[in-house]
């Protein structure tokens, strides 16, 4: 089974260290950092731990941007800033980010959502900015593990508009925002980081 699945809580929390190990080379330059569907914060925390340099913005979707408040709230969080509420859709902060990041999120928003995100991910980035992805994926010219194929299946049976997504769709996406893929790493439990630049 993939790492992410519907109402796991303990997912961020457990695959926390293996993301960062992966993404932590590609950010040590970057400065800030906005995360879509940041969740109760458990990477934005960490990456304070492993990335004290970077500036990490938490977002989450309107509907869910009241748990992440109370997440900070309840650790007693200083060093973050406030989170935003984020529709990806619609504006985004008029901000520019050296990295743009979710984990688990390209699957469960619709088609124009992850649309919007890579538009406005291209939008928002630095030069050579980077937008990192985690999560399952559909690679071309592979099936999908078990896991991976069960899970796609109950989110479209959820909701027809959820499901895992193409990597050459997604490349596609990119490409019109004028960035290229430039990793994708194998990840534990059939996942995937996927990071690409803007040029």
């Given at each position: 089974?993939?790492?992410?699945?519907?109402?796991d809580?303990s997912?961020?929390?457990?695959?926390?260290k293996?993301?960062?190990?992966?993404?932590?080379?590609?950010?040590?330059?970057?400065?800030?950092?906005?995360?879509?569907?940041?969740?109760?914060?458990?990477h934005a925390?960490y990456?304070?731990?492993?990335?004290?340099?970077?500036?990490?913005?938490?977002?989450?979707?309107?509907?869910?941007?009241?748990?992440?408040?109370?997440?900070?709230?309840?650790?007693?969080?200083?060093?973050?800033?406030?989170?935003?509420?984020l529709d990806?859709?619609h504006?985004?902060?008029?901000?520019?980010?050296d990295?743009?990041?979710?984990?688990?999120?390209?699957?469960?928003?619709?088609?124009?959502?992850?649309?919007?995100?890579?538009?406005?991910?291209?939008?928002?980035?630095?030069?050579?900015?980077?937008?990192?992805?985690?999560?399952?994926?559909?690679?071309?010219?592979?099936?999908?593990?078990?896991?991976?194929?069960?899970?796609?299946?109950?989110?479209?049976?959820?909701?027809?508009?959820?499901g895992l997504?193409?990597?050459?769709?997604?490349?596609?996406?990119?490409?019109?925002?004028?960035?290229r893929r430039v990793?994708?790493?194998?990840?534990?439990s059939?996942?995937?980081?996927?990071?690409?630049?803007?040029?």
């Amino acid at each position: 089974m993939s790492g992410a699945r519907i109402g796991d809580e303990s997912a961020a929390e457990r695959n926390k260290k293996p993301i960062f190990d992966a993404l932590a080379p590609w950010l040590r330059q970057a400065k800030s950092l906005l995360e879509v569907g940041a969740g109760d914060a458990t990477h934005a925390l960490y990456a304070g731990e492993r990335l004290p340099q970077l500036a990490w913005q938490t977002s989450e979707a309107p509907a869910h941007h009241r748990r992440l408040v109370a997440a900070l709230a309840d650790r007693h969080e200083t060093r973050l800033a406030p989170p935003l509420a984020l529709d990806v859709r619609h504006a985004w902060p008029d901000v520019t980010y050296d990295a743009v990041y979710g984990a688990n999120v390209a699957h469960i928003m619709d088609w124009a959502a992850v649309e919007a995100l890579f538009a406005g991910a291209a939008s928002h980035l630095s030069t050579a900015g980077l937008l990192c992805l985690y999560g399952p994926f559909k690679r071309p010219g592979e099936n999908l593990a078990p896991g991976n194929r069960e899970f796609d299946a109950a989110l479209r049976a959820r909701d027809p508009a959820m499901g895992l997504r193409a990597v050459d769709a997604l490349d596609a996406l990119a490409t019109s925002g004028h960035m290229r893929r430039v990793a994708d790493i194998a990840m534990p439990s059939n996942n995937r980081l996927l990071i690409w630049q803007r040029d």
